[in-house]
């Protein structure tokens, strides 16, 4: 609407021009009709023009913080968001958002994605609240869910939430089982058939295991090892089917890396004794899969040993459901040597944008490149690990920054997408911006508009 | 002669003035139906309607006279010198001045320029009707916006994209014989048609092209064959299968056409009556009463009953099959029949013991049968109920009671067989009798339930008051008892809570005691009647259900008693284990997520496509596979995936709209299947936080 509001002032302006033109015109006393003609003209010039220069001073004035006096009149916007940009595969994306709807009606909060509502959510009248929306994007690769603040039927706010879904990263499982059983034999064939890494150690006899290898080499299993432990991300494992000495290198190995311990119940485990967080619940809101951390751990237990039955009984997604979240959770974090990340958060057109990246090895070269820029990188005075450099994109959209052989796509948001929340980035640069401005122009047309019309008056006076 | 003119030219200009009062009034009305339309869409062009009767009928109302316009005339000219109304005046009226004055004017009058205030109401109609376009244009591009920002609005129907060098179609559709249906005739390319009929085309072109061929989704070709002129084709096929097809005109194709079949369903049976297991006890009328109801979508062929009679029982059981027709006919092969039949089953010659089993068979008019499930009808048997086989080995609960059941039965058929013998006097208290002992009977298993005994039978306290009726001297009356509270509290309460009687039988038990007392209730009432032979089924079924409740009683605990030689824990897994060698398997499995390559197509399909985004080569290869995909699924569902793939057709080809590419991904979309997958969580390497985890035991225990 108000990128047409000059268009308005301008029609307006010639109306009311040739409105005071045929009054002229018309009138009985015909003197001085060309200069009368020429002030008008001028009057009515100076007008529109001081209409319009007030109305882009006001668009600047928007982009300063609304004080707290005047956020009862201001519009209903987001007043703070987050998701994750860059998710694993089938992943989840988590919208959090704060939203203010200063109006007096409902205000409905849509996330979705080509047309289809995915997720949403109602903001009551004259409310300030949080809220958490959540999808699984369909997508592989860059792609832009949208988020609408929507008022009855009308649209008042429409942002993008740029994702890159990461394509899957299949993980490794070690099975250690007192004995072989039906519960580690399906869970390990499912996660085989998803191309994951499986190695199985079953208790055959006292010293004697069958071991069982799946999408990975041979490796012996005979005894835990700190090597060992490296090659996997989870471990499952029945509690009398480790060794004292293995407890040990277990709990010594979680004390330094995150790597995730499943225990499989006894027969007599009750979960809700099992302190920790809650990972799923039962049909009752009783926690039926628990996880604590242990150091930089993880230690996760359940109460169901049959989650066969499920698959047998063709419910296979509630088993596939089931232990995706268990592993999810349990497995080691990936870790990236590098990674990239872009500051601010809402990093926009033709502003400045701090490039940070991390890294834990040697670095090896000192240049990002966007596109043909190449970036530059300047080490962090305090942490050795972190490398800087400065960039002004010129174009919004999905970038491709690439640093030796990692490519990360960034999402850089046009000046019209989140404005409330690119706003709040530097409230400094922005003050420092407009003091730059020097007294708005429009105050010439002011005078000149006051001069016709003295002139006009004069004029009818004499 | 001046005075003619004069009038005309006053005439006129009345003339004049209405014409453009009513043009203004339109035009003013024509711009409120204008906003009305942009504002609520075409219920907004009534507001243009109503403000055109509204003002219409007041300016009509009040149209200016003749007499005005002078009045007017005389006030805008001064030239005409306040005379226009003797123009108006009859000319014999008109006296010496008038008519020297009516000469004078009447020149004026005719030379007179209307000044630009007369049209003043259409300059101001002008200005609002500018105003109203304005302001139609505002809301236009506030809407436009909402629209754009919100989901663009995607065909749902299906689009015709049609050759040009086609002047139009004429698609003869001919229903298979069995939908009863008749031929019709449609104008687009669309098909939905049931199955098997013939589809004809008949394709009418411009200029006389070289060859039309139909390319069907199976990759079949029908070419079309033309007639003398040349720009008439045919061809005839009959649709088996649901696809889409196109029309290609020599080397030009068309759009893809959709080509929906509509299955025919097999018929429906509902079968209301008899229950699916039905006893039909002694004493009853042996009849069956069918009732279902039966539905096709296009018609019924036939329907009938089979049922087969079990007799005779153990190796010497026999069968029988016969058909039964129901009542209602199928004539004129209706879609809905609510069929009954009635089966009496002495006519088919079964006795007690016998069993009906029936199920009923429908045919359609294209042949498809179903068959509904078997009911079960059964005559049981009155002789085995008497039989002791059951009770001589087993343990009995109460056999007395059974025997009392039995005996009730016997005395009541000696009873009827009597009758004739007996006055009806003795009839009737010897029915009573009966009625009697059932009721006894009724309340002696009644104790088991806890139920209350009205007339306290078998127990000691009343049974005491009826023998030693007037004995005065009464061991209860003892004065040591005077004001023992428990012993009177022992007398007057019911101990009917008593645990163990409440736990005597489980529920499943008590409940079938429950319905034996009812049965026996009713054959009470009956005998109390003096209806002996209507008591008799009741009798009956009562018996046969205490004989089940006896079967169900028994319980068989088996004596087992083995013993083990104990396990010695510590010598569990000891033995030589040096020879064994266990298993390893080994195995690599590909994984190829049949999605990936989809959902990589939604993402490349996002945002903006432009067409150096599809040069690029892996995109293109991406978008072709997602293509495939989509195509193999339209040509299942044409209804649900044929638009994406066209849209997404266009795409590949580089040529599409701007709601092609969302299109397409809807489609892409819909073709995914639920999925999960266990992935690890994404994380910041950062040496910080590890020095800060790796230290934060030191700070917090100094």
Known sequence: MSQYRTYIIAAVGALLLLWLLWQEYRRTNKRFLTGRILVSILAVVSLAMLGISLHSAEKEEEQTPVPPSAAIVAPPRFLACNWERHLGYLQPVHFTGRYHNTTSSTIRIHLSFAGETLDSITIPASKDTTFRLQTVPPFLGTGLLKVMALAGKDTLSTAPVPVEVAPVQPLRVLFVAASPDVENRFLADWLSSQGMAVAMRSQVAARQYSTRFDNMSNVSLDALTTGLLDKFDVVVADRQALTATEKATLTEYMQHHDIGLLLHPDSNTVVPQIAGEVLLKDSMGKPSAVMHHRSMGKVLEWGNNSTYTWQLSGDSMRYRRFWSTLLSAAARSMEPKTTITLAPAFAAVNNEVTITLRNTGPLLDTVVNVGETRLPLAQHPLLPAEWRTTWWPGKNGWQLLKYQNIAINEYIFGPDEWPELQRKRSVVADKAAESSLAAPASWWWAIAFLAACIILWIEKKL | ?702
């Open chain 2, 1 to 702: 002669m001046d005075k003619q003119r004069g009038r005309q030219r006053i005439e006129m200009i009345r003339g004049r003035w209405i014409s453009f009062r009513i043009m203004a009034i339109e035009l003013q009305s024509a711009t409120v139906a204008l906003i009305g339309y942009f504002l609520w869409g075409m219920p907004g062009l009534w507001a243009g309607l109503a403000y055109m009767l509204l003002f219409g009928a007041y300016f009509l109302r009040k149209l200016p006279t003749k007499a005005e316009v002078t009045i007017w005339l005389n006030q805008e000219f001064p030239e005409l010198e306040d005379s226009t109304g003797i123009l108006l005046k009859q000319e014999a009226d008109w006296n010496l001045l008038e008519q020297l004055q009516a000469a004078k004017i009447t020149p004026r009058l005719e030379l007179l320029k209307l000044p630009l205030s007369f049209y003043k109401s259409v300059w101001y109609t002008i200005l609002f009707g500018i105003i109203g376009i304005i302001l139609c244009v505002v809301i236009q591009i506030r809407r436009g916006n909402d629209i754009v920002s919100t989901a663009p609005t995607f065909p749902t129907t299906l689009t015709e994209k049609v050759i040009p060098g086609i002047q139009k179609v004429n698609i003869t559709i001919v229903p298979p014989a069995y939908t009863g249906l008749a031929t019709r005739s449609q104008a687009s390319f669309h098909i939905t048609t049931e199955d098997s009929s013939e589809v004809r085309w008949e394709i009418h072109t411009h200029a006389v092209p070289g060859s039309i061929i139909l390319q069907f989704s199976d990759s079949t070709q029908l070419r079309m064959i033309p007639d003398s002129s040349g720009t008439t084709w045919h061809v005839a096929k009959r649709i088996t299968h649901t696809g889409f097809y196109q029309v290609k005109m020599d080397s030009i194709l068309s759009g893809f056409y959709q080509l929906q079949l509509i299955p025919d369903q097999p018929p429906l049976i509902k079968v209301s009556s008899p229950a699916p297991n039905t006893t039909i006890d002694f004493g009853r009328p042996p009849l069956v009463n069918i009732h279902a109801q039966l539905s096709d979508d296009y018609g019924l062929k036939s329907a009938a009953i089979v049922a087969t009679i079990a007799s005779g029982s153990g190796e010497a059981v026999k069968f029988k099959e016969q058909q039964f027709a129901f009542d209602q006919g199928l004539p004129d092969h209706p879609k809905l029949l609510n069929a009954s039949k009635t089966l009496n089953l002495a006519n088919l010659g079964m006795k007690p013991r016998d069993e009906l089993y029936f199920h009923i068979a429908v045919t359609d008019t294209r042949q498809q049968q179903t068959l509904s499930d078997v009911y079960i009808v059964t005559l049981p048997d009155t002789a085995a109920l008497f039989s002791l086989d059951g009770m001589v080995n087993a343990v009995n609960i109460k056999p007395e009671y059974f025997r009392s059941q039995r005996q009730i039965i016997l005395e009541t058929e000696a009873l009827i067989h009597d009758k004739d013998s007996l006055g009806t006097t003795r009839f009737n208290s010897k029915s009573n009798e009966l009625g009697t002992d059932q009721k006894l009977l009724r309340l002696r298993y009644g104790k088991f339930l806890g139920e209350e005994s009205e007339s306290n039978v078998g127990d000691p306290r009343v049974e005491d008051h009826d023998h030693d009726h007037g004995d005065h001297d009464h061991q209860t009356e003892n004065g040591a008892d005077f004001g023992n509270a428990a012993k009177i509290l022992d007398e007057f309460t019911d101990k009917h809570d008593n645990a163990e009687d409440a736990t005597f039988f489980d529920p499943e038990i008590k409940k079938q005691l429950k319905a034996t007392l009812t049965e026996m209730w009713k054959a009470e009432l009956q005998l109390r009647l003096y209806k002996p032979q209507e008591a008799l089924p009741y009798e009956y079924k009562a018996l046969r259900l205490l004989k089940d409740l006896q079967q169900k009683s028994r319980a068989f605990v088996p004596k087992t008693g083995t013993k083990t030689t104990p396990l010695k824990p510590e010598k569990r897994l000891t033995g030589e284990q040096d020879k064994i060698s266990p298993a390893v398997m080994k195995q690599i499995r590909d994984y190829n997520d049949p999605d990936a390559v989809i959902r990589a197509g939604i993402a490349v399909l996002d945002g903006h496509v432009s067409p150096e985004q599809l040069t690029n080569n892996n995109n293109a290869t991406v978008l072709r596979q997602s293509l495939a995909r989509l195509t193999t699924a339209a040509s299942r569902e044409p209804g649900k995936y044929l638009n994406a793939m066209a849209a997404l057709q266009r795409i590949v080809q580089g040529q599409f709209k701007h709601t092609d590419p969302v299109l397409a991904q809807q489609g892409l979309w819909k073709l995914l299947s639920p999925a999960v997958m266990p992935q690890p969580a994404q994380q910041q390497p950062g040496l910080l936080q590890d020095y800060y985890f790796r230290n934060i035991k030191k700070t917090a225990n100094p």
